[in-house]
């Protein structure tokens, strides 16, 4: 996930101030690189970009003294191309008179560089931003005016994307959006386009909204939109935001944890775009395909990802893999592995020291070392030999939710590939999570009363839904501190029974081919004046044994590959039953007590 903004003023003006400050406020959305630019009405483009932070960029460059009246900022959350100088934006056309910046992936990029090469054109990067400029220059170099030359461009542009340009010679700017964040704010001296609308708030709060396969051309005194469709004029006024600027961070969501599990469907989506792309996928299995023995090692809510992700290997791989928690690796494992084995590090921050620690011990032993990370250019990224980007984009609520959910959906691709399976399926998958969200939300107010004051439960699954089931519990620990156990559900009869009483809570997440056995784990604790929530497809057989149900949507799959996407889907269920059960509490789902979003300490 990426930033942009741009803007047109009547004047000329002190520009480096506010983009500094627009660049700021688009911080969240990743700042492996910063850039900024303007344009005069002629002479040369001032660019000025590189690696690194706003405030350590914009000094190092002297952002401040950059005037004009019109101006691009861009921040990059690295995905196509390292986070180095060159592949930052925004980016030049071949001779220098457009520049522009997109945020978003253009999946297909490496085809797209290789044509522009051959036409002639100076290809200096190898990131998707530039793509998008050199997809324009080729149409202005036909003779096209900008608003028909980007309309041509998004013929040859695959994903979702925004981006904003600007020609040397111009009084305007232009932006399209088509698939990722884009709002106009507008105010009597300017105009500006920003990713998101806390990037222009501060600057107006009279904005205009753009939807999906239309350009906005912008200059100091008005704007005007055309459809990509058909080139027609697009009448829309504009309107007042009452929203603070906090709730326009959250995008009008009340916390970050339910912004972030609704984001679930399109960072689903953008992953398996991208993974359908990189050749760091065959990479990724051409090492495990070598490999004596393959460990997966993570911690929290990463970890319950590579259980369930050794699961998957497992059925469609037919390889075992041993997921270990970090910390425990050395001791448990330290003397058995050797150059021969891999080991899949997961972990979203790329900076928990305790994963750190078991690469380092990795390493020490000539071991293969594979990452999922999601915050890219982080510490694993650069020391692993294969790095596979989770692409969800900052994730700010320390409860990890659309991180999770990538990660197996990572392992859960990785596996079918290696398998030799159809990976096509899984393109249903973002459109599951938001009929299981749907699903989710119509059914969940009488559980989360039933739950409401219980300080101690249980959460319960069997094969594939026994990592769910840890990490149903972990959600309710972090976010309701209530103490929520979770454990293999034939486990539970040996010993944790006892804990059994009336009205007692149990939460049993069912699969589809385990319910037999699920069954009589209900019965063992309703017998004994237990209660059970069952949550998983719809079977009759749990309605008539549960005391209460939730049921998620039978994923319209391939037979074979339905309870492994139900398991992926059945952790939705219980994001959002321990975050109602949160606010039930009074507490800050975001922010819970005594935890960090990332720990790099021992
Ligand atoms: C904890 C977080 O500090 O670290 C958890 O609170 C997270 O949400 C765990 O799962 C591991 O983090 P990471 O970045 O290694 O996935």
Not at 59 to 77: H, P, S, V
Not at 233 to 238: L, N, S, Y
């Amino acid at each position: 996930m990426c930033g942009i903004f741009g803007i047109v003023t009547r004047e000329i003006t002190e520009l480096g101030p506010i983009l500094v400050g627009a660049g700021e406020r688009l911080s969240y959305r990743g700042y492996d690189t910063v850039g900024a630019a303007t344009l005069p009405r002629e002479g040369e483009i001032d660019l000025r970009k590189d690696a690194g932070k706003v405030q350590e960029v914009a000094e190092k460059y002297n952002f401040a003294e950059m005037t004009g009246d019109r101006a691009i900022l861009q921040l990059r959350w690295a995905t196509f191309g390292a986070p180095s100088k060159i592949n930052s934006q925004p980016h030049l056309d071949s001779d220098g008179d457009l520049v522009g910046a997109h945020n978003g992936n253009v999946v297909n990029n490496v085809e797209l560089r290789e044509e522009f090469q051959a036409e002639g054109m100076v290809v200096r990067s190898e990131n998707d931003g530039e793509s998008c400029v050199h997809a324009v220059e080729r149409y202005v170099d036909q003779g096209y005016e900008m608003v028909e030359a980007i309309r041509m461009a998004t013929l040859d542009l695959e994903g979702d994307y925004s981006f904003v340009i600007g020609k040397v010679g111009e009084d305007h700017l232009y932006a399209i959006k088509m698939g990722s964040g884009l709002v106009a704010g507008i105010r009597e001296d300017m105009v500006c386009i920003g990713s998101d609308l806390p990037s222009i708030l501060p600057l107006t709060r009279e904005i205009v909204r753009l939807y999906d396969g239309e350009i906005i051309s912008f200059w100091a005194g008005g704007y005007e939109i055309t459809s990509v469709e058909d080139g027609s004029t697009i009448e829309r006024d504009p309107e007042i935001v009452e929203d603070s600027m906090e709730a326009a961070q959250k995008g009008g969501y009340p916390h970050f944890m339910l912004k972030e599990i609704h984001e679930q469907s399109q960072v689903a989506g953008e992953l398996l775009d991208m993974l359908d792309k990189i050749p760091e996928v065959d990479q990724f299995i051409e090492k495990l395909e070598g490999a004596r023995d393959i460990y997966v090692i993570a911690c929290g809510t990463s970890y319950h990802a590579g259980l369930l992700g050794s699961i998957y290997l497992n059925k469609f791989a037919g390889r075992s893999a041993i997921p270990v928690l970090a910390p425990q690796f050395a001791a448990q494992y330290g003397n058995a592995v050797g150059p021969e084995d891999v080991g899949i590090f997961i972990t979203q921050s790329g900076e928990t020291k305790d994963v750190i620690n078991a690469v380092d011990a990795a390493r020490e032993r000539g071991m293969g070392v594979l990452d999922l990370v999601n915050v890219v250019g982080s510490t694993l990224t650069l020391i692993s030999d294969v790095h596979l980007p989770l692409v969800c984009g900052y994730e700010i609520s320390v409860p990890a939710t659309k991180t999770y959910l990538n990660q197996v959906l990572a392992l859960l691709y990785i596996a079918l590939r290696w398998g030799g399976h159809d990976t096509t399926p899984l393109r249903k998958i973002p459109g599951l999570i938001n009929l299981t969200l749907e699903k989710t939300e119509e059914q969940i107010k009488p559980l989360v009363e039933k739950l409401d004051g219980w300080d101690d439960l249980y959460s319960l699954g069997y094969g594939l839904t026994f990592p769910v089931a840890l990490e149903g519990a972990l959600k309710f620990k972090e976010i309701t501190y209530a103490h929520c156990e979770g454990m293999l559900s034939t486990e539970f009869k040996h010993g944790p029974l006892s804990a059994v009483y009336d009205g007692y809570p149990v939460i049993f997440t069912a699969g589809p081919e385990d319910i037999p056995l699920i069954v009589s784990g209900i019965n063992e604790v309703t017998c004994r004046g237990g209660h059970v929530i069952a949550i998983g497809l719809e079977d009759p057989r749990l309605k008539a044994n549960a005391q209460q149900i939730l049921t998620i949507p039978w994923p319209d799959l391939p037979e074979e590959l339905v309870p492994a996407a139900a398991a992926l889907l059945s952790a939705v269920p219980l994001q959002l039953l321990s975050y109602h059960c949160s606010l039930a509490r009074g507490y800050d789902p975001d922010f819970p007590r005594n935890l960090s979003k990332t720990l790099t300490v021992d």
